[in-house]
């Protein structure tokens, strides 16, 4: 019912929203990490709104991922921001702290799509600031375990049967692991950048830690098990400097029996694999302990020093009421509870839902790179023994005490 | 400057022209960059701050916090590995080629010109390549090493924080050797060949030739391409991002790359400001030291 409600909502936003009722010409500049061709979300989105509301143009720029930080705040030195862009979400919170992004609270307060009170407590959190909202989440996304059923048979184990606990994940791993063949029993990323954080912190988290506390006995015990896994060789020395995409690409390549990763890597992997693949939820400490997930994609956000921040509302309103599309069409997971119509890959689809429901956010915090740094940092000594799980971690907690509490 | 204004004099317009343009370009693009960072090094910086002139200044202070970084003395140590061992073999290898190039045999300009291929192509396509070469699991070198028997298990060339910075520093060896080689060859090539032909008359043998002949002749060729070469390491940067991105745990990081990092990852510029500091100040050394040492030669 509450699903039917937001369709509705959106297909009224669709109808052309009253808010536009000036016929003066605006030209919106908008940042995108997305490419125009496939799948183009913002370029897609942008065309659908021009149709509603004509009087708006739109000039779109694609940036790099990797740029994109370096751009935009020598944009917003030399105050040459655009009026909409997306933002990374760990990013969002150091931007809406320096007064960079519009306070788009106002604008929800006043809207009859937008209800913050339904997007899921992880994506809310990234753009939240000092109780005020300055972007809506265009999607989500987060990270599940991946295995080959073929391989479960071949090693007679229960296809339906995936590792639930980490002590599970370990076995199973060791089972699977069959260096004659050339095969890891997992595979995950353990680098030195975000993405070894973006993997590690729901394992802090769902032992009771967070990007603050990351010293507690289950944060130690789960970068011991990771320990464990590279020092048994249950998956390659190569995860210490591997991403996450070059990581999955041995899973696809039947080179790992499991892999920890996003919905992102589904159209790839529709392509690449030739095996039977199952999926399931985030291994946790123990039976019954409290389930965590790792929250990726970003949001859309208006800048602080737009001249249109109404034309500019109405476009991030309408791409809100798209949610129900971004699963299918962008690859996405909805932010907010939708219905999807049919979807592609529905079993992964169904734990990604799932998941989200226990993706938490990484901060938020406005020295978030700083932080994360700190965490891998700690990750990255521990499994190379250069100090044990417990010393790195606490070294992380240190320096991270030092910049919460500056 | 007075040269200019003298070409401006006696109507040589043009081409003061062309040199004032080329003064321009330098203090653009060369000058002001340099003393922006020096300035920078001293400043608190923010993200926000980076296109600001106007920002508080603390001193000695962002180099007090590198100092005091437990990653400080590490990344310094894999510097000065990286480009001791980088000199080192890129110049004995260059060296070793550019001497078999001097000798006459059919194809060896054809051979030069194939050594050069190397230097022309981009760092970064350059480790993509080694990347595929060094892989762990299945890269090429482990192939050959275990099909010769050298190696029981794979040897993890960039992932073993024992060995990846060495793994690093022989994609840059590899790299650096075509330069080495070919300013070494026009070097060998201004040596008069009867002077070799006299020593050998008076009963001198190639290795005496070599330390009493050769090695005398290239010295201001071997400064130069010694002073060039720790320059050149200093800024190699691709081959980081590439192959390890500095790891794992900072086992191959150095200088250059940690700059980066600090500013453009941590968003601490004002840190990677300072350390692009320190190392100008080791390039200018260096830059000092060759410079007076060819001044004594032209004197002598």
């Known amino acids: 019912m509450r699903n039917m409600k937001l369709l ?65 705040t020598r944009a917003v030195a030399t ?52 109780g005020k909202i300055y972007g809506l989440p265009r999607g989500s996304n987060t990270i599940a375990l991946y295995y080959n059923k073929d391989m479960f048979k071949a090693a007679g184990l229960d296809p339906d049967k995936p590792p639930q606990t980490w002590d599970e994940l370990y076995e199973t791993a060791k089972k699977l692991t069959d260096p004659s063949k050339n095969v890891y029993g997992l595979a995950f990323s353990a680098n030195a950048n975000e993405e070894g954080t973006f993997q590690f912190l729901p394992w802090i988290q769902s032992s009771g830690g967070n990007f603050d506390k990351v ?61 039977d693949v199952g999926i399931t939820l985030l291994p946790i400490p123990e039976a019954g302990a409290k389930r965590a997930s790792a929250l990726g994609e970003g949001n859309n956000v208006i800048f602080a020093k737009t001249k249109h921040p109404k034309e500019a509302y109405a476009y991030l309103e309408y791409m809100y009421s798209q949610m129900p599309r971004v699963w299918n069409e962008f690859g996405f997971v909805p932010s907010y509870p939708v219905e999807v119509k049919d979807p592609k890959w529905p079993a992964e689809y169904a734990v990604f839902v799932e998941s989200m429901k226990y993706a938490a956010a990484r901060g938020p915090s406005p020295d978030w790179a700083k932080i994360s740094k700190a965490i891998s940092t700690a990750i990255q000594q521990a499994l190379t023994h250069q100090t044990d799980a417990q010393t790195a971690l606490n070294t992380a907690q240190t320096t991270i005490e030092g910049i919460v509490n500056k | 400057m007075s040269a200019l204004f003298r070409g401006l004099r006696d109507g ?86 550019a001497l078999f190039m001097q000798q006459d045999f059919p194809g060896a300009t054809y051979l030069r010109g194939l050594f050069l291929a190397a230097w022309i192509m981009p760092a970064l396509v ?103 070469g720790i320059i050149f390491t200093l800024q190699q940067f691709d081959l980081f991002a590439s192959l390890t991105q500095g790891g794992p745990a900072n086992a191959s990081n150095v200088a250059q790359y940690w700059s980066w990092q600090l500013s453009f990852q941590t968003y601490d510029i004002a840190s990677g400001s300072a350390v692009s500091c320190l190392m100008l100040g080791f390039v200018i050394v260096v830059a000092v030291i060759y410079v007076r040492s060819t001044r004594h030669e032209h004197r002598a």
């Not at chain 1, 605006?26 to 989105?45: A, C, K, Q, S």
């Not at chain 1, 009026?83 to 320096?98: E, G, I, R, W």
């Not at chain 2, 060896?173 to 008076?202: H, Q, R, T």
């Open chain 1, 8 to 72: 509705l909502a959106g297909a009224l936003a669709l109808a052309g929203s009253t808010v536009l009722a000036s016929a003066e010409e605006v030209t919106l500049n908008v940042w995108t990490i997305d490419r125009e061709e496939d799948p183009g979300y913002m370029y897609v989105m942008a065309k659908e709104f021009q149709k509603l509301h004509p009087e708006v143009k739109f000039n779109i720029k694609h940036v790099e991922f990797a740029d994109w930080a370096n751009d935009i």
């Open chain 1, 79 to 130: 105050g040459t921001a655009p009026d909409v862009a997306y933002v990374d979400n760990p990013n969002t919170p150091f931007l809406s702290s320096k007064g960079a992004l519009l306070d788009i609270s106002p604008y929800i307060k006043d809207s009859k799509v937008v209800d913050p009170s339904k997007i899921f407590p992880g994506p809310l959190s990234t753009v939240t600031w000092d």
């Open chain 1, 215 to 275: 010293n507690g006995p289950g944060a130690v015990k789960a970068l011991e098990l990771w320990q464990k896994i590279i020092d048994e060789k249950l998956a390659s020395p190569d995860t210490l400097i591997r991403g996450q995409y070059d990581s999955f690409a041995t899973f696809n390549a039947q080179n790992a029996a499991m892999a920890i990763s996003g919905p992102w890597e589904l159209p790839r992997m529709s392509k690449d694999a030739k095996f």
């Open chain 2, 12 to 97: 040589h317009g043009f081409d003061a022209l062309l040199a004032l343009l080329a003064l321009v370009y330098l203090l653009t693009f060369s000058a002001f960059p340099l003393v922006y960072n020096i300035v920078m090094s001293f400043q608190e910086v923010d993200m926000f701050s980076m296109a600001d002139l106007v920002r508080p200044f603390v001193g000695l202070a962002n180099y007090k916090t590198l100092f005091a970084s437990p990653d400080f003395w590490p990344i310094l140590r894999n510097t000065a590995l990286f480009v001791l061992l980088s000199i080192v073999f890129q110049l004995a290898i260059g060296f070793g080629l």
């Open chain 2, 126 to 228: 350059v480790g993509a390549v080694w990347k595929w070469i060094f892989a762990g699991d299945f890269g090429v070198l482990n192939y050959f090493l275990q099909q010769l028997g050298l190696v029981g298990s794979k040897v993890f060339w960039l992932s073993d924080p024992a060995i990846s910075l060495y793994s690093v520093t022989i994609a840059n060896i590899w790299l650096g050797i075509p330069f080495n080689m070919i300013l070494l060859s026009v070097g060998l090539a201004g040596i008069p060949k009867d002077m070799y032909e006299a020593a050998a008359l008076d009963g001198a043998n190639a290795l005496q030739r070599f330390w009493h002949m050769t090695l005398p002749m290239m010295r201001s060729t071997l400064g130069a391409v010694i002073s060039l």
